[in-house]
């Protein structure tokens, strides 16, 4: 697992250097920079939003002008999806609706071409080298049914692999995905980070044969390090990470075998670390917003788009010897974050360390709301069985454990809700973030 990335040789093969010859950051930025001025023209030509949007901006000269560029938002994507289309709406092979966590807002819409599709499989085929051999089987816990789905297009870059991709969808019964990852000789595992918690800290696991599962990849979420923790512990496996989203086309960054960050798709996205609140881009080694720019979408490229999701650039080489850009893994999402009425802010990373160590918790999901002009904190929880008042107790008190909520709490600024020992979790489908409803009850 510590050899160099596979996507190292991948990208200098779509770059265009010749075999053997080395993949250098002068080489790649140089194309980089190419692909940029291409994207804007070809946007600016096509798009009638960006023809608007970059009006004043030509193609940048350097790596830094794109500093200059305005941002995309995703309220841009709700309010006019068509407007950012490059083809007729006869080459659109997909469109993917997603439906906004937490708020009333308008579902965004993704138009992906049958090209820009072939660009994601062929992410997959590389990118999933680093944890699956050829004539494993991979169980692939997310959507899949539809052609040009997530689970699809992975199960398509796994039999380029020579590894066989099974769609599984999610997790609807823990206990029959158990039964299916014994019978069917599963190796390796494809999902939410909470949905494989659940399967792990389902009693049924330890019935899996001795190195059944040989290695996980965590996806369509952000990975708390307190699950990443109890999956290794639990099945003694490396565990990987994947960050992307749909908008990326649905593959973005992916760990090597060491993971100690991700390695990105350079090739196909130019990653920027802005300031989210003054949009400055911001040094490796300073957190900030992930922004990112397409270079090679033809249906619906998008440029210097604001992601939400946290994260910085490492400075240090990784391990493994790539001249891949190294990113951390993302620490959650602003959009996760609410403010409390004294000003501290509450976010869905902080919780999801202090609760996910509890060994009885498959989920849970938290929800803000106000009464007699102070905040209220109710948490439901879904278990695994424990006594529900034993339950209940720990998480009273491994939330006292968290600074934000005891400073709250010790103030009388906030009020902790007893807790709804029951299935209530959030949609599978949906980013877990931390439910405003303060707003609603003002209404």
């Given at each position: 697992?510590?050899?160099?990335?596979?996507?190292?040789?991948?990208?200098?093969?779509?770059?265009?250097?010749?075999p053997g010859e080395a993949?250098?950051?002068?080489?790649?930025?140089?194309?980089?920079?190419?692909?940029?001025?291409?994207?804007?023209?070809?946007?600016?030509?096509?798009?009638?939003?960006?023809?608007?949007?970059?009006?004043?901006?030509?193609?940048?000269?350097?790596?830094?002008?794109?500093?200059?560029?305005?941002?995309?938002?995703?309220?841009?994507?709700?309010?006019?999806?068509?407007?950012?289309?490059?083809?007729?709406?006869?080459?659109?092979?997909?469109?993917?609706?997603?439906?906004?966590?937490?708020?009333?807002?308008?579902?965004?819409?993704?138009?992906?071409?049958?090209?820009?599709?072939?660009?994601?499989?062929?992410?997959?085929?590389?990118?999933?080298?680093?944890?699956?051999?050829?004539?494993?089987?991979?169980?692939?816990?997310?959507?899949?049914?539809?052609?040009?789905?997530?689970?699809?297009?992975?199960?398509?870059?796994?039999?380029?692999?020579?590894?066989?991709?099974?769609?599984?969808?999610?997790?609807?019964?823990?206990?029959?995905?158990?039964?299916?990852?014994?019978?069917?000789?599963?190796?390796?595992?494809?999902?939410?980070?909470?949905?494989?918690?659940?399967?792990?800290?389902?009693?049924?696991?330890?019935?899996?044969?001795?190195?059944?599962?040989?290695?996980?990849?965590?996806?369509?979420?952000?990975?708390?390090?307190?699950?990443?923790?109890?999956?290794?512990?639990?099945?003694?496996?490396?565990?990987?990470?994947?960050?992307?989203?749909?908008?990326?086309?649905?593959?973005?960054?992916?760990?090597?075998?060491?993971?100690?960050?991700?390695?990105?798709?350079?090739?196909?996205?130019?990653?920027?670390?802005?300031?989210?609140?003054?949009?400055e881009q911001l040094p490796?080694?300073?957190?900030?917003?992930?922004?990112?720019?397409?270079?090679?979408?033809?249906?619906?490229?998008?440029?210097?788009?604001?992601?939400?999701?946290?994260?910085?650039?490492?400075?240090?080489?990784?391990?493994?010897?790539?001249?891949?850009?190294?990113?951390?893994?993302?620490?959650?999402?602003?959009?996760?974050?609410?403010?409390?009425?004294?000003?501290?802010?509450?976010?869905?990373?902080?919780?999801?360390?202090?609760?996910?160590?509890?060994?009885?918790?498959?989920?849970?999901?938290?929800?803000?709301?106000?009464?007699?002009?102070?905040?209220?904190?109710?948490?439901?929880?879904?278990?695994?069985?424990?006594?529900?008042?034993?339950?209940?107790?720990?998480?009273?008190?491994?939330?006292?454990?968290?600074?934000?909520?005891?400073?709250?709490?010790?103030?009388?600024?906030?009020?902790?809700?007893?807790?709804?020992?029951?299935?209530?979790?959030?949609?599978?489908?949906?980013?877990?973030?931390?439910?405003?409803?303060?707003?609603?009850?003002?209404?």
């Amino acid at each position: 697992m510590n050899r160099l990335t596979p996507l190292e040789p991948w990208i200098q093969a779509k770059i265009g250097l010749a075999p053997g010859e080395a993949l250098t950051r002068v080489a790649l930025e140089k194309y980089q920079l190419a692909r940029l001025g291409k994207t804007v023209e070809y946007a600016k030509r096509h798009s009638p939003f960006y023809r608007e949007l970059l009006a004043d901006c030509n193609k940048p000269a350097s790596l830094k002008e794109l500093a200059g560029f305005p941002f995309t938002t995703p309220a841009n994507i709700r309010e006019s999806d068509n407007q950012f289309l490059c083809v007729s709406q006869g080459e659109i092979e997909r469109v993917v609706t997603l439906r906004s966590s937490g708020t009333t807002a308008p579902s965004k819409r993704l138009h992906f071409t049958a090209e820009d599709l072939e660009l994601t499989v062929d992410f997959f085929h590389h990118g999933m080298g680093t944890l699956v051999q050829p004539g494993q089987k991979v169980l692939i816990l997310m959507p899949g049914e539809l052609p040009g789905s997530v689970g699809d297009l992975l199960a398509k870059g796994l039999n380029r692999l020579g590894a066989e991709g099974i769609v599984h969808g999610l997790v609807r019964d823990s206990e029959a995905t158990l039964r299916e990852i014994e019978t069917r000789k599963i190796d390796c595992l494809v999902g939410l980070p909470v949905q494989l918690l659940g399967l792990a800290r389902h009693p049924g696991a330890a019935l899996l044969g001795p190195n059944r599962i040989k290695s996980i990849l965590l996806s369509a979420d952000y990975a708390p390090a307190a699950v990443v923790n109890a999956l290794t512990t639990t099945w003694d496996v490396p565990v990987f990470d994947h960050y992307g989203m749909t908008e990326m086309g649905l593959g973005g960054c992916m760990e090597c075998g060491h993971r100690c960050g991700y390695h990105l798709r350079e090739a196909d996205l130019y990653i920027e670390i802005i300031d989210p609140v003054t949009g400055e881009q911001l040094p490796d080694g300073n957190a900030g917003e992930v922004v990112f720019t397409t270079l090679t979408r033809r249906g619906m490229p998008l440029i210097r788009y604001r992601t939400g999701d946290l994260a910085r650039f490492l400075e240090e080489p990784c391990p493994c010897g790539t001249v891949l850009r190294r990113m951390e893994r993302t620490r959650g999402r602003m959009a996760g974050s609410v403010r409390l009425a004294n000003g501290e802010m509450l976010n869905i990373a902080g919780l999801d360390e202090t609760l996910f160590p509890l060994p009885f918790l498959l989920n849970y999901q938290a929800v803000i709301t106000s009464r007699n002009n102070r905040d209220v904190l109710t948490i439901g929880i879904e278990t695994n069985g424990t006594d529900a008042a034993e339950c209940v107790r720990h998480i009273h008190s491994s939330l006292m454990t968290l600074p934000v909520i005891e400073t709250a709490v010790s103030s009388g600024v906030l009020t902790l809700a007893p807790v709804i020992a029951e299935k209530c979790a959030p949609s599978a489908t949906i980013k877990r973030t931390i439910i405003d409803q303060r707003e609603v009850q003002q209404c």
